[in-house]
């Protein structure tokens, strides 16, 4: 094997174009991994999620884990942006059900409970 075919083979344009050929993938492996970083970050706290505790919990190698999120960082802030996106989600479903301004009000503040 030359050094340039493993270049070739191992950059991030090359990971990313793989990743890319297989969107299905990409979001299961995604959706898996924070599904993952939430069971732990309730079990062990905010602070103490490792990515090796993550790749295990996904059931995948630490090396897929990085073509997915570059640090423990990354996966937090797209866990958390996530779970603001549901939430919002089901406050504008709630809003959205009501008919008067007054029942969207308390059907908003009903679901945030």
């Known amino acids: 094997m030359s050094r340039s075919w493993i270049r070739r083979r191992f950059s991030s344009s090359a990971a990313s174009a793989r990743t890319a ?16 970083t939430a069971a732990l970050v309730r079990e062990h706290g905010l602070t103490s999620v490792t990515m090796s505790q993550i790749a295990v919990a ?12 570059p640090d423990v960082e990354a996966f937090l802030v797209a866990w958390q942006d996530r779970h603001i ?3 919002l989600r089901q ?6 059900s009501a008919a008067t ?8 503040l009903s679901a945030g409970r």
């Open 58 to 69: 996904a059931g995948i190698g630490r090396a897929t884990l990085y073509k997915y999120f």
């Open 101 to 108: 301004p007054a029942a969207r009000l308390e059907a908003v």
């Open 85 to 87: 996106t549901r939430h």
């Open 21 to 36: 050929s297989r969107p299905g993938r990409a979001r299961t492996v995604h959706g898996a991994t924070l599904d993952a």
């Open 91 to 96: 406050l504008a479903e709630a809003r959205d």
